[in-house]
């Protein structure tokens, strides 16, 4: 099976997608790409069970392949006035086109606009399929020593 042929899905988040999510979360090569420190589990737990699943104004789905394996996540989220998007998958579904087939498949399910991420700038290939999802880079922001691209969709 080619991954062209790979059936990609979005279904709502189960506690139990959370271990997969915090072991993605603490792979090397995403936190180096990502620069985003990884939680410790208790912590991880707390804020996707808090923060992520217990609000309600969030959109969160989980990403399956071929018949449920658990790919990632992608969440919606209000930061003030501005929606944000933000996605995270497992390193064995990169470069495969599942990130592209599930944004697109989010987009759908997702009203808001305008719709802003702000991937890490060394991030290039996650700036590269939000460009490809129609979204446009709006500038550059701060995040302590970090910086991020700001990219909006209309």
């Known amino acids: 099976m080619s991954d062209d042929d790979l059936d990609v899905r979005l279904r709502d988040v189960v506690e139990a997608d959370l271990e997969s999510f915090l072991a993605y979360e603490h792979d090397p090569e995403a936190v180096r790409r ?43 989220w209000w930061d003030g006035d501005r929606r944000f998007l ?18 697109r498949l989010f987009l759908e399910q997702e009203p808001n606009r305008p719709l802003y991420a702000d991937p890490h700038a060394g991030n290039t290939g996650s700036v590269r399929l939000l460009e490809k999802a129609g979204f446009q880079r709006t500038g550059t922001v701060r995040q302590g020593d970090d910086e991020h691209i700001l990219l909006v969709l209309r």
């Open 34 to 76: 990502s620069g985003f420190t990884p939680r410790p589990r208790e912590a991880f737990l707390r804020h996707w069970k808090t923060n992520v699943l217990g609000d309600p104004t969030n959109l969160v789905r989980t990403v399956t392949v071929d018949g449920g394996d658990v790919a990632g996540n992608i969440v919606a």
């Open 86 to 103: 933000g996605y995270w998958l497992g390193r064995p579904y990169w470069g495969r086109g599942i990130g592209g087939r599930a944004l």
